[in-house]
């Protein structure tokens, strides 16, 4: 079942009281996941492994930072302009200052996002 596409959550609700945000983000960080930017496609396995399938360097994204510290800062105000990342489903929005909602999810929750490369 699919877990990220083309960046982005698509976590289905039956799915999430299975799979905490959490471990989710645990399973990405343990295969050298650091933003969701990084991600073609994440997929739950029948067996409950998790394939990941990366983009190559050159094709990274701007993503949903998944490592603790950053993640950690999301906000509910945005204060500077800016590419910011839903915390609930990854979609990406170019923000101005002010309370913005989802236009995926309808969340109001957002954090910086970021493209760094993959450290093999």
Same mark, same amino acid.
């Given at each position: 079942m699919d877990i990220v596409e083309d960046s982005v959550m698509v976590i289905k609700d039956d799915i999430k009281d299975s799979?905490?945000?959490?471990?989710?983000?645990?399973?990405?960080?343990?295969?050298?996941?650091?933003? $969701?930017?990084?991600? !073609?496609?994440?997929?739950?396995?029948?067996?409950?492994?998790?394939? =990941?399938f990366f983009y190559p360097e050159e094709e990274i994204k701007y993503g949903l930072p998944i490592l603790p510290h950053a993640y950690q800062q999301h906000v509910d105000v945005i204060n500077r302009e800016g590419l910011y990342a839903c915390i609930y489903?990854?979609?990406?929005?170019? $923000?101005?200052?002010? !309370?913005?909602?989802?236009?995926?999810?309808?969340?109001?929750?957002? =954090?910086p996002a970021m493209n760094t490369k993959r450290i093999s």
């Amino acid at each position: 079942m699919d877990i990220v596409e083309d960046s982005v959550m698509v976590i289905k609700d039956d799915i999430k009281d299975s799979l905490s945000i959490d471990e989710f983000f645990a399973e990405l960080r343990d295969k050298g996941v650091e933003h $969701l930017g990084q991600v !073609r496609a994440a997929i739950l396995e029948t067996n409950g492994s998790m394939s =990941v399938f990366f983009y190559p360097e050159e094709e990274i994204k701007y993503g949903l930072p998944i490592l603790p510290h950053a993640y950690q800062q999301h906000v509910d105000v945005i204060n500077r302009e800016g590419l910011y990342a839903c915390i609930y489903c990854g979609t990406l929005a170019q $923000l101005s200052a002010g !309370r913005h909602r989802c236009r995926r999810c309808s969340h109001d929750e957002w =954090v910086p996002a970021m493209n760094t490369k993959r450290i093999s």
